[in-house]
């Protein structure tokens, strides 16, 4: 007599983290509606960048904070941040875990001090900025 093999269950990765993305997609814009359409749009180009891919969540929030305050200080309004997506490898297959710390971090940081105050609107990028990987931050003006 054989005894059937058990099989396998399939392996699931879960993001936990909400999408970032999503939530400003909905968000109703702090700047004028028609601006915001034509920045959702790739339409307005971003005054400077700054590339977070492959630093440490640490580095990288130093980089962000430094980089913002000297971006307003100067007067711009349009920025672009690229996180990259995160990376999509394996993970251990019993623990729940998310892709893209960048990513999910960067909205955090914008919100908090000293960066608050600065920041008007987050949005996605569109693709011929970055896309999925990449965020535009549209700063106040200065008073």
Do not use: C
């Amino acid at each position: 007599a054989t005894i059937p093999r058990r099989r396998e269950s399939p392996r699931v990765t879960l993001d936990l983290a909400p999408d970032p993305h999503a939530a400003h997609d909905r968000a109703h814009p702090h700047m004028d509606r028609r601006r915001f359409e034509k920045l959702r749009r790739g339409r307005l180009a971003p005054e400077a960048r700054l590339d977070l891919h492959g630093m440490t969540s640490e580095r990288a929030h130093g980089a962000l904070v430094a980089f913002i305050l000297a971006a307003h200080g100067t007067g711009l309004r349009l920025v672009l941040v690229i996180t990259g997506k995160g990376r999509q490898g394996d993970a251990d297959a019993h623990a729940p875990h998310r892709h893209g710390v960048l990513r999910h971090s960067l909205p955090h940081w914008l919100n908090a001090p000293p960066l608050a105050g600065r920041v008007l609107q987050l949005a996605p990028a569109h693709q011929s900025h970055g896309g999925g990987g990449a965020f535009y931050v549209y700063l106040r003006r200065i008073r």
